[in-house]
């Protein structure tokens, strides 16, 4: 889940000025192969629906500020998506955490269409959740 952001898709090159004066936060495909240094990186194995066996790389990059002032993180998915795909929020945390909650969704998205992933070959079982887990934090401490 996403929370109050959201993933959409959208024509590469083109600018939706609703969803970003609504949330100011989005993903779109790029159509771009992810090329500069990483902030996250996770290699996993993975099985397709037919059997055949894959050494999966997911990757989010480091943040870029855009001329307009947003911060932009790419994340390639290694060998379920051939394209990367940009996450666009209104500061670099902010492009992080989207990209990171963007890759869980997308993992959630194949396991759905029988993908199955594990840490290692023939290791444990990996899936959305463990990715979901990057970005929980200890409950606050109540002040008095």
Same mark, same amino acid.
């Given at each position: ?48 629906? &037919? ?7 997911? $990757?989010? +990059?480091?943040?870029?500020? #855009?001329?307009?002032? *947003? ?12 394209r990367s795909h940009a996450v666009v929020g209104v500061d ?19 396991? &759905? ?7 290692? $070959?023939? +290791?444990?079982?990996?899936? #959305?959740?463990?990715? *979901? ?12």
């Amino acid at each position: 889940m996403l929370g109050h952001s959201y993933a959409k898709r959208l024509p590469a090159g083109r600018h939706n000025a609703k969803i970003a004066a609504r949330d100011r936060c989005f993903a779109r495909h790029s159509g771009l192969l992810m090329t500069g240094p990483v902030v996250a990186e996770w290699v996993w194995f993975a099985i397709a629906p &037919d059997g055949t066996e894959h050494d999966l790389v997911l $990757r989010v +990059g480091v943040p870029i500020q #855009a001329s307009a002032g *947003e911060w932009i993180s790419t994340v390639s998915l290694g060998v379920l998506e051939s394209r990367s795909h940009a996450v666009v929020g209104v500061d670099a945390w902010q492009s992080i955490v989207l990209a990171l909650q963007f890759t869980a969704a997308r993992i959630r998205h194949f396991a &759905d269409r029988g993908w199955r992933f594990s840490w290692t $070959r023939g +290791g444990a079982s990996a899936s #959305a959740a463990e990715l *979901e887990g990057v970005l929980s934090f200890p409950p606050s401490t109540p002040r008095a």
